[in-house]
């Protein structure tokens, strides 16, 4: 049979490990996410958001989707080379979100991380 002080201690490291792991998913586990006129100089892991801009090309499941990604508001662009599935909404125009890094003024996506943003999310409300 436990006792009281060892449950209490038990407790209070679940307490610890909950706020931890709620801090960790609102934070985003520590990736920054940037805008592609941001990435200058960057080295590490980030996350890019921007919208798909001119026709995307290649083959995501071999060579690579090859697109440009242009700050949501702005004219700064990047290429982009993506490897692995594609969101059904993903196409030129769309805001999209990817995680890797700047190689050689290629941003390099790791593959699978691609996620597309609804545009109804980013309009304004009408007044009723």
């Given at each position: 049979r436990a006792s009281p002080a060892r449950l209490v201690i038990a407790m209070g490291i679940a307490?610890?490990?909950?706020?931890?792991?709620?801090?960790?998913?609102?934070a985003g586990g520590g990736t920054p996410q940037l805008r592609p006129s941001e990435?200058?100089?960057?080295?590490?892991?980030?996350?890019?958001?921007?919208?798909?801009?001119?026709?995307?090309?290649?083959?995501?499941?071999?060579?690579?989707?090859r697109f440009q990604l242009r700050d949501?508001?702005?004219?700064?662009?990047?290429?982009?080379?993506?490897?692995?599935?594609?969101?059904?909404?993903?196409?030129s125009g769309r805001d999209i979100l990817v995680?890797?890094?700047?190689?050689?003024?290629?941003?390099?996506a790791d593959p699978g991380t691609m996620k597309t943003k609804c545009p109804s999310k980013y309009t304004a409300k009408k007044q009723s």
């Amino acid at each position: 049979r436990a006792s009281p002080a060892r449950l209490v201690i038990a407790m209070g490291i679940a307490a610890m490990l909950a706020v931890f792991l709620l801090y960790t998913s609102i934070a985003g586990g520590g990736t920054p996410q940037l805008r592609p006129s941001e990435l200058k100089g960057r080295t590490g892991e980030v996350a890019l958001v921007g919208k798909v801009v001119g026709r995307p090309s290649g083959d995501a499941h071999s060579d690579g989707l090859r697109f440009q990604l242009r700050d949501v508001e702005g004219t700064y662009s990047v290429p982009v080379v993506y490897r692995g599935s594609v969101p059904d909404m993903f196409r030129s125009g769309r805001d999209i979100l990817v995680e890797g890094r700047l190689r050689n003024g290629t941003f390099v996506a790791d593959p699978g991380t691609m996620k597309t943003k609804c545009p109804s999310k980013y309009t304004a409300k009408k007044q009723s």
